[in-house]
């Protein structure tokens, strides 16, 4: 819980598409269990719409496309980045 304030500042700052959808929300104000679920939803129904809109990600994501290593497509169509990391 301490850290969910830095992620979702994180997100706002870094992912236009977080900060559509978080724009009312005050980060720091997300601190406990009931704050977090105040926060909006967003389903898998809504990915498809939001990358047909924002190619290719739905600008969800913080990362820069060229930096990910793969964008897997799964069925809906939905894509989906895969990081650096060594352990994806």
Known sequence: MAALPAH???AKRSASGFARILADVDPAAINSRE?????PVTRKCDL???QKAYPPLGELNATSVSKLRKIFVSPGPI???E??????
């Open 8 to 10: 979702i500042a994180h």
């Open 35 to 39: 704050q977090l679920a105040t926060l």
């Open 48 to 50: 498809s719409t939001l």
């Open 79 to 81: 894509y989906e980045p």
């Open 83 to 88: 990081g650096s990391g060594r352990d994806w």
